[in-house]
């Protein structure tokens, strides 16, 4: 199982939201691409990218700041937020971006979630079921949709899609241990697409419970804020997602 550092970009800046609440940033360096330096150097195989501003905008933002990430580290990145159309994908792309993060288009359209696969590969577009009791929460997670998140899994799965990031919001920043049910039945629902677990990460005990689940398509798990506190480290998480 793999374990994915995450950067999130707000302004140019690597910050952390508390359950993406835009009020609610810590901001840990000027330099995302420094701190994508850094978790290579420890060991990472992929680094998870956000755009947050890019997810209210609706359209890409920080740009710059990913491709000189890209630039600065030997290892894929994905990005996620505010990827709304092919056009905004193939920049991504020529910023240096291995995959992209397909969220609220989606959801909202599961139709073009067919389009990109059939233009970019189902290898490099990943879809992002970002979660609130149930039901899948767009634009940067501010609104509620009311789509079912395992209906629409299998809805994705019919258009192509076969990769999934799980996000349970009411984890996310809270340090509180990933929601263990809601990943093991979207794995069980989706048995032949890669799941990646995403949100509530404290420690290598969180990373052991998800290994427990027993599920061969969990690929791996997306962890911040534990990171970026010290709570853990990178060794000790890789170590635990091994064992």
Known sequence: MLII?????????????FQGDYNRETVYG????????????EGAHIIHLVDLDGAKAKQPVNLDAVRE???????????????????DA?????????????????????????????EFTAERV???????????AVNGW?????????ELVLTLQEMGVTRFIYTDIATDGALSGPNCDAIAALCARVPRCGVI??????????????RELRKDNLEGAIVGKALYDGKTTYRELEE????
């Open 5 to 17: 550092p995450a950067i999130d970009i707000r302004g140019g800046k690597c910050v952390r939201l």
């Open 30 to 41: 000027d330099s995302p691409a420094e701190q994508a330096v850094r978790w290579e150097k």
């Open 69 to 87: 990430i890209c630039s600065a580290v030997h290892i894929p990145c994905e990005l996620g937020g505010g990827i709304r159309t092919l056009e």
């Open 90 to 118: 193939r920049k991504a792309f020529d910023a240096g971006i291995y995959r992209i993060i397909l969220g609220t288009v989606a959801c909202e359209n599961p139709k073009l979630a067919k389009e990109f696969v059939s």
């Open 126 to 136: 990943v879809v992002g079921i970002d979660a609130r009791g149930g039901s899948v």
């Open 142 to 150: 501010l609104e509620n949709s009311g789509v079912d998140a395992y």
């Open 197 to 210: 677990s995403s949100g509530g990460i404290s420690s290598a005990r969180d990373i052991t419970a998800l």
């Open 240 to 243: 635990a997602a091994n064992d």
